[in-house]
């Protein structure tokens, strides 16, 4: 956590330097109450209302470094908070295929929102209130120094003793800050589970399941969330009594010194806020502290994201050969897939994948991508082991089109593109050839038409083109596609199918369950599995 803070330790430099203003301005004007009251005492106009005007200016400084500190230290946490997610989601960027599908989207979603507001909340915030507690204990505490040097020992005894008792809770702290970031994290998949199945639910007449489980998970966070409160509340409860005994006893400590004439009586206004600054910072820091330690294990959870280390591997600069497929075994744990698989995809022709569904048709495609490396056998693209090639570097050559296609939010513009720089002849090719111009022509807003949350303002079979257009755009050679054209009209998946087919360039491994005589014209080889 304290990483963010040495990133950006030039803005956290001036917000220190902010803290300490305001903790001085606060420091003067409580040494001016003195001033103020001693002049009371022996009813000294002039001197008191001197006094009255400097303790004015002081609180104004100390009202201007507020405003500052407020604006800075937001500012500075929203840099160090989105560095944060930054560094999360470039581990994601270097993580495999099934390192990232461990988790759920909804646990990463979890990371990426609530724990960065645990983070903002109970470590950054923390960090700065015990920063400016500590400058303002300090402060104090050479100001007391101005009074008698007794009332600075009696704070040091009483700030150890204060600070010692709350560090008994400080595992069962983290143990339950841990659990309380896991049950939100639990929390937000069951929601997004059952808020995506609403269409099914309806169909069913079964809308009041969603209530049921976002209920079910909201109490089981409620009791995580009240299990970390009665430990919060005993570390608060241990704090404030050293608080309350150290404000008391300074308070006694400088009646005594007054009594004995060491002190004047104005003294007591002044020593009672500089106690009561001091001894609220101890108070509370144990608590702060202990709050600031429990986020701890949420950092040590994003770094379970794997890297993936490219540096032995060679990139793959250009494809002169295809694909070849030998003594290939795949197996999800125990149940076997792929056995002893033999098969050479030529470069430039065009296959067809047929067979039964299990058997193993997507697996083949999603090893021939790069997604699944933990295969037995051999497969090789261009001479070169799959595994020796970085992912990255192979999805530079090798386009591969889902089943079910996502759409993003945004316009079907967008979801070509997504957000990269195309030509306009670029776009429309790839819109002809996925036969997305009629669709297209149809609309209102043309291409710049929204497609809604996940595409849903637009049919499978439109979904299926504008998918189809976002890989055409990007110019690859070798196009892999599972069912591409299956939700598709006989006409459209015809031509769709025919434009790539017919390509020279191209090299296609399509799957498919219905395998058309027209096309079947145009393919080199067939490969089938049972």
Same mark, same amino acid.
């Given at each position: 956590?304290?990483?963010?803070?040495?990133?950006?330790?030039?803005?956290?430099?001036?917000?220190?330097?902010?803290?300490?203003?305001?903790?001085?301005?606060?420091?003067?004007?409580?040494?001016?109450?003195?001033?103020?009251?001693?002049?009371?005492?022996?009813?000294?106009?002039?001197?008191?209302?001197?006094?009255?005007?400097?303790?004015?200016?002081?609180?104004?400084?100390?009202?201007?470094?507020?405003?500052?500190?407020?604006?800075?230290?937001?500012?500075?946490?929203?840099?160090?908070?989105?560095?944060?997610?930054?560094?999360?989601?470039?581990?994601?960027?270097?993580?495999?295929?099934?390192?990232?599908?461990?988790?759920?989207?909804?646990?990463?979603?979890?990371?990426?929102?609530?724990?960065?507001?645990?983070?903002?909340?109970?470590?950054?915030?923390?960090?700065? %209130?015990?920063? !400016?507690? &500590?400058? =303002?204990?300090?402060?104090?505490?050479? #100001? +007391?120094?101005?009074?008698?040097?007794? /009332?600075?020992?009696?704070?040091?005894?009483?700030?150890?003793?204060?600070?010692?008792?709350?560090?008994?809770?400080?595992?069962?702290?983290?143990?339950?800050?841990?659990?309380?970031?896991?049950?939100?994290?639990?929390?937000?998949?069951?929601?997004?589970?059952?808020?995506?199945?609403?269409?099914?639910?309806?169909?069913?007449?079964?809308?009041?399941?969603?209530?049921?489980?976002?209920?079910?998970?909201?109490?089981?966070?409620?009791?995580?969330? %009240?299990?970390? !409160?009665? &430990?919060? =509340?005993?570390?608060?409860?241990?704090? #404030? +009594?050293?608080?309350?005994?150290?404000? /008391?006893?300074?308070?006694?400590?400088?009646?005594?010194?007054?009594?004995?004439?060491?002190?004047?009586?104005?003294?007591?206004?002044?020593?009672?806020g500089l106690a009561s600054t001091i001894f609220n910072t101890v108070g509370n820091i144990s608590q702060q502290i202990s709050g600031i330690q429990s986020t701890q294990p949420i950092f040590d959870?994003?770094?379970?994201?794997?890297?993936?280390?490219?540096?032995?591997?060679?990139?793959?600069?250009?494809?002169?050969?295809?694909?070849?497929?030998?003594?290939?075994?795949?197996?999800?744990?125990?149940?076997?897939? +792929?056995?002893?698989?033999?098969?050479?995809?030529?470069?430039?022709?065009?296959?067809?994948?047929?067979?039964?569904?299990?058997?193993?048709?997507?697996?083949?495609?999603?090893?021939?991508?790069?997604?699944?490396?933990?295969?037995?056998?051999?497969?090789?693209?261009?001479?070169?082991?799959?595994?020796?090639?970085?992912?990255?570097?192979?999805?530079?050559?090798?386009?591969?089109?889902?089943?079910?296609?996502?759409?993003?939010?945004?316009?079907?513009?967008?979801?070509?593109?997504?957000?990269?720089?195309?030509?306009?002849?670029?776009?429309?090719?790839?819109?002809?050839?996925?036969?997305?111009?009629?669709?297209?022509?149809?609309?209102?807003?043309?291409?710049?038409?929204?497609?809604?949350?996940?595409?849903?303002?637009?049919?499978?079979?439109?979904?299926?083109?504008?998918?189809?257009?976002?890989?055409?755009?990007?110019?690859?050679?070798?196009?892999?596609?599972?069912?591409?054209?299956?939700?598709?009209?006989?006409?459209?998946?015809?031509?769709?199918?025919?434009?790539?087919?017919?390509?020279?360039?191209?090299?296609?491994?399509?799957?498919?369950?219905?395998?058309?005589?027209?096309?079947?014209?145009?393919?080199?080889?067939?490969?089938?599995?049972?």
């Amino acid at each position: 956590m304290f990483k963010y803070i040495k990133r950006f330790w030039k803005d956290n430099l001036i917000v220190g330097f902010i803290l300490l203003g305001s903790a001085s301005s606060q420091t003067i004007a409580s040494i001016l109450n003195a001033s103020a009251f001693n002049a009371l005492i022996i009813f000294d106009f002039k001197e008191f209302v001197i006094a009255a005007l400097q303790m004015f200016l002081a609180y104004l400084f100390f009202l201007l470094f507020t405003y500052f500190q407020v604006v800075k230290t937001n500012d500075t946490i929203q840099k160090m908070v989105t560095s944060i997610r930054e560094d999360i989601t470039l581990r994601m960027e270097q993580t495999s295929y099934n390192n990232f599908h461990q988790k759920s989207e909804g646990t990463y979603a979890s990371w990426l929102s609530s724990d960065i507001h645990i983070i903002e909340e109970q470590t950054y915030e923390r960090i700065y %209130d015990v920063a !400016a507690g &500590i400058i =303002g204990t300090f402060t104090s505490i050479v #100001a +007391l120094l101005f009074f008698h040097w007794s /009332l600075v020992i009696w704070s040091f005894v009483v700030a150890g003793i204060t600070l010692l008792l709350p560090r008994l809770y400080q595992k069962k702290m983290n143990k339950a800050a841990l659990f309380t970031t896991k049950e939100n994290e639990r929390f937000l998949t069951k929601t997004n589970d059952v808020l995506g199945g609403f269409d099914t639910l309806f169909s069913y007449n079964m809308l009041k399941k969603i209530t049921r489980d976002v209920k079910e998970a909201s109490v089981k966070l409620a009791k995580a969330k %009240d299990s970390q !409160a009665r &430990i919060v =509340g005993k570390v608060a409860i241990l704090g #404030a +009594l050293g608080n309350v005994f150290g404000q /008391l006893t300074i308070l006694v400590l400088t009646g005594f010194l007054a009594f004995r004439s060491l002190l004047s009586i104005g003294s007591m206004a002044s020593t009672g806020g500089l106690a009561s600054t001091i001894f609220n910072t101890v108070g509370n820091i144990s608590q702060q502290i202990s709050g600031i330690q429990s986020t701890q294990p949420i950092f040590d959870k994003f770094e379970t994201i794997q890297k993936v280390d490219h540096k032995d591997k060679k990139p793959l600069l250009e494809i002169n050969k295809g694909f070849q497929v030998n003594h290939l075994d795949y197996a999800y744990g125990d149940k076997e897939i +792929l056995s002893n698989l033999h098969f050479d995809f030529a470069l430039k022709n065009k296959y067809a994948i047929v067979g039964s569904s299990g058997s193993g048709k997507s697996t083949l495609l999603n090893i021939l991508n790069g997604k699944l490396t933990d295969y037995e056998g051999s497969v090789m693209l261009s001479g070169k082991e799959l595994k020796d090639i970085s992912g990255r570097d192979l999805r530079e050559q090798v386009l591969y089109i889902d089943q079910f296609p996502y759409l993003f939010e945004g316009t079907i513009r967008y979801n070509i593109t997504l957000g990269e720089d195309f030509t306009d002849k670029q776009l429309a090719l790839a819109i002809e050839n996925s036969d997305l111009q009629a669709f297209i022509d149809s609309l209102s807003e043309g291409i710049d038409t929204s497609v809604g949350e996940a595409g849903r303002s637009l049919s499978g079979g439109q979904r299926q083109r504008v998918a189809l257009a976002r890989g055409l755009i990007r110019g690859k050679t070798c196009i892999l596609i599972d069912e591409g054209t299956s939700n598709l009209d006989e006409i459209s998946a015809l031509k769709i199918e025919e434009s790539l087919l017919s390509n020279p360039e191209l090299t296609v491994i399509m799957i498919t369950h219905h395998l058309r005589p027209p096309i079947e014209k145009h393919l080199d080889g067939i490969l089938s599995l049972t």
